[in-house]
């Protein structure tokens, strides 16, 4: 069975770090770029992150950028996202999604998503 699986969420004070990970079984990870996504309680979902399939290219919303990096080990099947000087308004869902390029409108592979609670 393909699939991805996030890992890495939790409980963090503002201002601490996390790194979440994205693995693949039952597919070669590095035939897809991968977009992290997240949601918030209430909130639409929005694209955080995303690498292509080699990872020479990465791009950052907003909200993000300078605080989190995005990287891939396609030798282990895993793509990383490390986050850092988090904030309460980072608290949502985070999923992964394997897709064909990163401005592709869907998605080939979608994770269960992991929690990230950012709160003193």
């Known amino acids: 069975q393909s699939q991805l699986v996030e890992s890495g969420g939790g409980l963090v004070q503002p201002g601490g770090s996390l790194r979440l990970s994205c693995a693949a079984s039952g597919f070669t990870l590095d035939y897809y770029a991968i977009g992290w996504f997240r949601q918030a309680p209430g909130k639409e979902r929005e694209g955080v992150s995303c690498?292509?399939?080699?990872?020479?290219?990465?791009n950052y919303s907003y909200s993000v950028k300078g605080r989190f990096t995005i990287s891939r080990d396609n030798a282990n099947n895993t793509v990383y996202l490390q986050m850092n000087s988090l904030k309460p308004e980072d608290t949502a869902i985070y999923y992964c999604?394997?897709?064909?390029?990163?401005?592709?409108?869907?998605?080939?592979?979608w994770g269960q998503g992991t929690q990230v609670t950012v709160s003193s």
């Open positions: 999604a394997a897709l064909y390029y990163c401005s592709a409108t869907g998605y080939v592979y």
């Open positions: 690498i292509s399939r080699n990872g020479g290219s990465t």
